[in-house]
Every structure is written in structure tokens, then in C-alpha cells.
């Protein structure tokens, strides 16, 4: 087989991007990591110095979502409603301090806590070429954890078009606000011991 054909393979055809490093308390590196698995798939990787089932529960109850689910600067996660079952819906709206407002709702069709979740995301202006489906996998390593997420689309121009947007760019500052909440938690967990 030519090397040609090879890169044609879905599992061969995978780039991989560096899109931030972020330099923690106790001189801790975390990257954020993205690549496209498959034509329709996005995967970012990203490590969390807090434990598997305090990394769940940032991602699946609305206080604690409200308090690092932001977005680039200006942004606010203003509305954060989820059921957490199978089945169950989601909505978020995200309002900038101009008065924009930007609105994404879903159902989870899989949940094994704390280790998986999948749902379906649409966005009310749906500049993401119609519903996407996200698995979000979180592994324990060590105290810490592996957050896998993919973002699977319509289609490639859908999923090439999303990341066209900065889509990326706006995780990453994402998780940079969760590492510092994760912090916070961590330290006012220690302070009430």
C-alpha cells in the first residue's frame, strides 16, 4: 500500500495541533491538544490536576459549569439548565457584556459517572452544520485527570468549518478558566477540612 493510500485511511489521517500551553501552579504544563480522528471528527485532549469526579461534576452541574464555562473575555454562561439523564436535555446561553447572546441545547444519550458522557449539541444560529454528537471521556491518572473530548459532525465541511471559527481557540481559554476553578475548589475543600 503507497503512502498516498495510507494517509487516506480514517485512522491514519489524524493531525495533530498544540493549541496552548498553560504553565499551573506547582510548575504544572498543561497542553491542550486537538486533532481530527476521522472527516467528521474533532478530539481534544487536556490534563486537569483535580480528581475524575470533581472534573464530572464541573461538567454536568450548572453552579459549578456557570462558574468556568465562559468563553473568551466578555462572555457569561447566563443560563445553564441540564437534566442529568439519559434522555434528559440541556440548554445554554451565553451572553456577552454587548447584549449578544449566543444559545446551544442537547440531550445526553449516554452517562457513566464519572467517566463518560454523551449528548447531542445543536446551536440556535447553527453555524455548526446542524446537530453534532459529544463524547466526553474522563480517566484518572494519578490524582489527575485525562479529559478526552470529541465532537462528532454532520460532515466534513461542517466539522472544517467549525474549526475555522476559532472554535479551539475559545476551548482553550475554557480550560483555563476550569483549571483555575478546579484550583479554587480544590483549596476551599482543603480549607474546610
Known sequence: MSDRQLAQ????????IIVSTTTLPG???????????SDREVQVTRIFDAPRPMVFD????????KGWLHGPDGWRLSVCEIDLRVGGATRYVWQHRDGR?????????????????VATELFDEDWTGGETIGTVIFTAQSGKTLL???????????????????MTSGMAES???????????????????
Not at 101 to 117: C, D, F, K, N, Q
Open 101 to 117: 447572546t449566543m444559545g446551544m441545547s442537547g440531550a445526553y444519550r449516554e452517562i457513566v459517572r464519572p467517566i463518560r458522557l
Open 58 to 65: 464541573c461538567w454536568t452541574i450548572p453552579e459549578l459549569l
Open 9 to 16: 485511511r480514517p485512522w491514519t489521517n489524524s493531525r495533530r
Open 27 to 37: 510548575s504544572t504544563v498543561a497542553t491542550l491538544t486537538v486533532s481530527t480522528p
Open 148 to 166: 478526552t473530548q470529541t465532537v462528532l459532525y454532520a460532515s466534513q465541511a461542517a466539522r472544517d468549518g467549525a474549526l475555522g471559527t476559532g
Open 175 to 193: 480550560y483555563r478558566q476550569l483549571d483555575a476553578y478546579l484550583a479554587s475548589l480544590q483549596d476551599a475543600a482543603k480549607g474546610a477540612a
